[in-house]
């Protein structure tokens, strides 16, 4: 058997899989052997050169998970084998409230809040029992900093989302789960963040440094496999320590 097998139970759509922790996690899924769908936006070249690297058992499609038909039509694309769902498209802006305009708000609400809510709705339609989603929030939605929060509402909404489906999906046999990172070494991280708070993020954990994103892919393989059968509704933190 693979290791760390999801490989029994079909496709795997991985949402936001082009680059950082959702690109590590197709990576991890594809060397355990699971058949991998992953989308990407603004990335088509970086998703096509991972694809060229994993082999045929991994695809690509397009996908904006704010607008609700594109988002159905990558579950359409994933097929009547779809066994897992990793929803990992997200974003945040370094925003002070009295700045945070209402485009701002709505559009990190379309990603970060309400894609995982849509996401939910098909995972119960299309997975099977013993099917399982992993949505990856943010260590952001507990400690809440300053100039997030836009992030930090939206996150904390996903999570709630994460709880109430676990508990609608658990009838059918599906189980939901949160992964909440600290700071990660992504290209996002690096576009957005001052190299001074990068220093001060890699500082905070009780392992001295960022995350690296194949950490977050060990974690979200594990809760995908049958080892974590018995973990649902729950959110788990892979920080290093923050706390
Ligand atoms: N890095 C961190 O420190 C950190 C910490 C806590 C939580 N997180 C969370 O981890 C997740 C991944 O972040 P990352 O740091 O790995 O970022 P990243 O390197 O920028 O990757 C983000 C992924 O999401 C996709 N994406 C962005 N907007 C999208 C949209 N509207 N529709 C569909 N896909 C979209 C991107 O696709 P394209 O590149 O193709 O456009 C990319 O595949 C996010 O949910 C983030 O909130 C990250």
Redesign the pocket.
Known sequence: MARGSTAQRGTVLV????????AATVRRLAVDGVPVLF?????EDR?QELCAQLGAAVRTVH????DPASLAAAFEAAGEELGGVVH?????TYTRLADLTLEELDDAWA?NGRSVLLTLQHAGRLLPEGGAVVV?S???AELAPARQASYVMTKAAAEAAVRVGAKELGRQGIRVVAVR????D????RAGTSEKAIEAMAGAPALRRLGD?DDLAGVIAFLLGPDARWVTGTIVEATGGLR
């Open positions: 949402l936001g899989g082009s680059s950082g922790i959702g989308t990407h936006r603004t990335g998703a996908c904006d998970v704010r990992c498209a997200g974003a945040w990603l990856v943010s260590v952001a990172p600290g700071a990660t992504t290209p996002q991280l994103p």
